[in-house]
């Protein structure tokens, strides 16, 4: 899955959590919960889309991996790719 | 058409999801009401069978008035003469004990029910999915027996239209016009004491994140289920807490239906009901909270959930600030606020240290209890929090 589709994704479970909000007109640099004004259920609900929808595992330390939109992408995409190696430790 | 608060007069009955000749039971839900807080789906707490539906979709009327007549196990068909006279709904089996608020007009035409033909499909979800040109085909029944309802349709619409994902009835200017005339209420009758607790919440957060490692995220959990259940353990514990004032005098709650605050986006508020919220297990309270929420922000809440809280819990999340100071919401006489979780120096075996604090906060009705009382209601809420896996 190339970087532009896991953006569509991520930007799509924003907008199911913030319907009103422009997703691809945010800073992708900023502090989702500050922009989009999402709560920890929010985060949660939003964790968990991107958990079924792409089959990866997020463990709960990892969310402030995920705070951003542009290191949300990059964290996944590095998930995505280690995927078929499942036991190899994620490359920094 | 029950009374969902003290300053509700009225209530726009939107939708009837059953018709006469089903059979119903206690908790079933049967109409959808529209009032200022949105959509309430309305449950009957009489088995039997509907007899007669007495107020058409889109009228608003009185609290106090009779929607349908229901026909309990034991009762017998009345003799001709005496069988349900429209126009005297008195008498014969129980009214459906639920009720509304004041509404705004609502935009769909009040066609005249059209005729189901054999499908069971409501007529104003029909109506909703010819307006906007949706094949019923597609739509997955929820009602009773699989009937297809409004919100059925409205789910449909919404994944065909995520732009319009906020229910159409989710009127945040009539949701203010409520919570303005409850506060101003409660401001105006309640003579409020305000007690404040900070807590070391250090046990909460390692027993949740050791939990939360072996979970996939549907499951996690947050620290404002543990919240939750906290204060309704102690409410229980402290009944001076739990229940209602009403004519002038307080009716202590035998359950703890702990109503959880919601914020809605755009600057709404909410705070229905999660039943039993002391009887719960941390799981099941979280799950509960996380259908509550979602419902709530579509504009999905039950008549039961929006009547019967007990006590009102209010936590502000991982954002925001330190305390919150609620305003007790009539007739309940508490509620328990929870800021956001800070890392303070905090003395712990005669050491400084940084610890995860929150601080948590009472507000009572002194018409009821004192400070006293809320202190030690307060105080054990802390303790409870100290022991996460007996929650």
Known sequence: MSTIDIRKVLQEELNNIAPEVDIAGIDPTADLREVIDIDSMDFLNFISAVHDRLHIDIPEVDYPKLVTLDRAIAYIGAKLASSKMPNVAKAT | ?391
Not at chain 2, 84 to 95: D, E
Not at chain 2, 165 to 170: D, N, T
Not at chain 2, 242 to 268: L, T
């Open chain 2, 1 to 391: 058409m029950p009374s969902l608060g003290s300053d509700m007069e009225a209530g726009t009955l939107v939708e009837w999801l059953v018709k006469p000749g089903d059979r119903v039971k206690r908790g079933d839900v049967v109409a959808v009401i529209e009032t200022q807080k949105g959509a309430i789906e309305i449950e009957t707490f009489q088995s039997g069978e509907i007899e007669q539906i007495l107020v058409k979709p889109h009228s608003k009327v009185p609290v106090g008035t009779t929607l349908a007549l229901i026909r309990t196990d034991g009762e017998a068909k009345p003799a001709a003469a005496v069988a349900a006279p429209p126009s005297v709904p008195v008498g014969p089996p129980a009214a459906l004990p639920a009720a509304v608020a004041v509404a705004p007009p609502r935009r769909a035409p009040p066609a005249a029910p059209s005729v189901a033909p054999g499908a069971r499909i409501s007529p104003a979800a029909r109506r909703l999915a010819e307006e906007h040109g949706i094949d019923l085909a597609i739509v997955t029944g929820s009602g009773p027996a699989g009937a297809i309802t409004y919100a059925d349709v409205e789910r449909v619409l919404a994944v065909a239209a995520p732009e319009k994902k906020r229910a159409a009835w989710l009127d945040l200017e009539a949701m203010r016009t409520a919570i303005a005339a409850a506060m101003a209420r409660s401001k105006r009758e309640v003579p409020h004491y305000y007690l404040e607790h900070q807590v070391d919440v250090t046990a909460c957060e390692q027993w949740l994140a050791q939990k939360n490692a072996t979970l996939p995220p549907a499951n996690r959990l947050l620290i404002g289920a543990l919240a939750v259940k906290a204060a309704a353990l102690a409410a229980r514990r402290f009944p001076a807490f739990n229940g209602f004032y009403r004519d002038n005098k307080f009716e202590p709650a035998a359950a703890v239906h702990a109503g959880v605050a919601i914020a809605i986006r755009g600057g709404g508020l909410a705070a229905p009901a999660i039943h039993d919220a002391d009887r719960l297990s941390v799981d099941e309270l979280m799950s509960s909270m996380r259908d509550l929420v979602q419902r709530t922000r579509a504009g999905r809440i039950r008549s039961s959930e929006i009547s019967d809280p007990t006590i009102t819990v209010s936590s502000l999340g991982e954002r925001g600030v330190e305390a919150l100071y609620g305003i007790i919401y009539p007739p309940q006489v508490a509620i328990v606020g929870f800021g956001k979780v800070v890392v303070r120096p905090w003395v712990v075996d005669n050491a400084i240290g940084p610890r995860p604090v929150v601080t948590i906060t009472l507000s009572g009705d002194h018409r009821v209890s004192d400070g006293h009382a809320g202190a030690l209601f307060l105080a054990e809420i802390g303790k409870l929090l100290q022991k996460p896996d007996k929650l």
